[in-house]
């Protein structure tokens, strides 16, 4: 497989306080990559670094071969068409009905005919479960209902790489299994993923690879299988003894 993201010695610092040091990692296509660890360990950072909605980072990532940190603006707008993003809270247009929402930046930026993109945004609609909501307002909808349609909205760009940024730590926990099965699916499909999450039972259904993240560097990673159940690295071992008992 080749690798579609490169992450190489990249290093950002808000201010004197250093968020990520010495980060190298790879994505090849179809590959799912979960990032676990404490709050505070740069999951997050990391990811927008990846899509460069964070800036003046040192080092290097590079898409499909491409330096992200060297792009100009329509090279970067090319960038974020062909990454999704999926945020923790969902960002809806509160005026906007759900279909709206989610044809809104096809439209705007002419991926493709008008009716293709609305067909298109139907489909996804049918794939998250929501098929009956189409013309409904984000209010009337649940937490999760609403991440729901986030998702679709990032897939209606037609990515090749989808970044989940902890999609479910703003719901309800009956609500977190909808959204957990809508990117098993997207998985199952062969969709490249790179997810941060507290779901650890989720991370071990779904990653090829799983990087543990402490204070701002990788200090473990390793497939599902060796970081879950063979991994001798004490912090990891701390980690998720606290979180599944």
Known sequence: MSNVIEVKNLHKAFGKNTVLKDINFTVAKGEKVVLIGPSGGGKSTLLRCLIRLEENYTGEVT??????????????????????????????FPHMTVLQNITFAPLKLKIDEPDKI???????LDQVGLANKAQAY?????????????????????????????????????????????????????MTMIIVTHEMSFAKDVADKVLFMDKGKIADQGSSDYIFHETTNPRTKEFLAKLMG
């Open 118 to 124: 609305e067909a298109h945004a139907v489909e996804l």
């Open 63 to 92: 898409f499909e071969g491409k330096n992200v940190n060297q792009a100009n603006k329509d090279q970067l707008q090319t960038l974020r068409q062909k990454m999704g993003f999926v945020f923790q809270q969902f960002n809806l």
């Open 138 to 190: 984000p209010q009337s909808l649940s937490g999760g209902q609403q991440q729901r349609v986030a998702i679709a909205r990032a897939l209606a760009m037609k990515p090749e790489v989808m970044l989940f940024d902890e999609p479910t730590s703003a719901l309800d926990p009956e609500m977190v299994n909808d959204v957990l099965n809508v990117m098993k699916q997207l998985a199952a499909d062969g």
